[in-house]
């Protein structure tokens, strides 16, 4: 398998005259010549084929990460985070690794953007420096104003708005389990309508699945993101619903998905988050009405015993790990549709 991923990557460079992609898009861009630019702030920033061809090539990356080694030779990729992280961190960093490009940490303290300069004119200069930039920040407007610069691509590595390389390894570890045909489906998403939420059901329904929540009446996904579920349920054919109580939504379930109740920033008002949502735990009670083949994912880090019960977070169904490890190649792959689209697309293939 490694021997035919190579094969692959080594022949969109025959084609190309041996120049990797991100090679020739910086010589455009001393000759004049511009190339298009695409960001990933949200989930819909791509389309439903589009989705599709990055997950098939996750798919395998996931079982040979080394199909598209080198093929961001040359390039180099910077990490931008005001926010913790973990997986997003180390999963960037690595699949930066694997394809053979270089990560560069920037520093909040570093960058000051709108105290030194603005958003716009810090994206101008780091195109110069860097082919990709993944920013992890507090508000998605920031992300916005650094894309409209149109000079490399953006990527949300977690907003208060979308998450969506989230989406991606969860929608991976899906196809995964069903072999890559998602439509029809039913996902159900309990706890807090917050960005990991958010980024799911657009995900979720622009790959046909019947997306349903779960969450206190003061708690769920509400303003612009319902018309743009709508419009994509009746696109692809998936659905959008919000249901009554975590028991009548998890009614045959093929996937039971929950996060934190208290994301970053919420905090000082845990203790009461805790007694509000204490009837949203995924446990081994509501996983009994779900589907008997249904599988139980959460984005981590988890609460054992608060919004999970560490019964079904260990459990036989728990796909819980594997998500995890799934934030590697499907980070891997949309750097790879951003950066090097046809090696992309051949992985896609293979």
């Keep these: 398998m490694a021997e035919f991923g190579m094969r692959c990557y080594w022949r969109c460079l025959q084609k190309r005259g041996s120049v990797p992609w991100c090679?020739?898009?910086?010589?455009?861009s001393r000759t004049g010549v511009k190339m298009a630019v695409r960001h990933f702030l949200r989930d819909d920033d791509i389309s439903a084929e589009e989705q599709r061809t990055i997950l098939q090539a996750a798919m395998l990356l996931a079982r040979e990460p080394r199909a598209a080694v080198q093929a961001l030779s040359g390039s180099s990729v910077g990490l931008f985070f005001e926010k913790p992280s973990l997986r997003t961190r180390v999963s960037c960093e690595a699949a930066c690794v694997n394809l053979g490009a270089h990560p560069?940490?920037?520093r909040a303290e570093e960058l000051q953007l709108k105290r030194r300069e603005t958003p716009l004119d810090t994206a101008r200069v780091l195109a110069g420096y860097i082919s990709l930039l993944v920013g992890r920040v507090y508000q998605h407007k920031l992300l916005e104003e650094i894309a409209e610069a149109r000079s490399m691509p953006v990527v949300n590595g977690l907003s208060e708005m979308f998450h969506p390389l989230q989406s991606l390894a969860d929608l991976l570890t899906l196809y995964q389990e069903w072999g890559g045909?998602?439509?029809g489906r039913k996902l159900v998403y309990l706890g807090d309508g917050n960005n990991v939420c958010r980024s799911l059901a657009v995900a979720g329904v622009m790959a046909g699945m019947h997306f349903i929540t779960a969450c206190p009446r003061h708690h769920r996904l509400s303003g612009d993101i319902l018309p743009v579920l709508r419009y994509l349920s009746e696109k692809h054919g998936g659905s959008f619903s919000q249901a009554d109580t975590p028991r009548q939504a998890a009614c045959g379930a093929d996937v039971l998905y929950t996060d934190v109740w208290s994301s970053m920033g919420d905090e000082a008002e845990e203790s009461d988050r805790v007694a509000r949502f204490a009837a949203y735990q995924l446990n081994e009670e509501l996983l009994s009405v779900a589907d008997e083949n249904a599988v139980v994912l959460h984005c981590l880090p988890a609460h054992r015993d608060e919004e999970i019960s560490a019964g079904v977070l260990d459990g036989a169904q728990s796909r819980i790990v594997r998500q995890a490890h799934n934030r590697l190649p499907a980070t891997a792959a949309l750097f790879l549709f951003l950066?090097?689209?046809?090696?992309?697309e051949n992985l896609a293939k293979a």
């Design 339 to 344: 950066l090097a689209p046809e090696i992309c």
């Design 23 to 28: 090679a020739e898009r910086r010589e455009s």
């Design 104 to 106: 560069i940490q920037l």
């Design 181 to 183: 045909d998602l439509r």
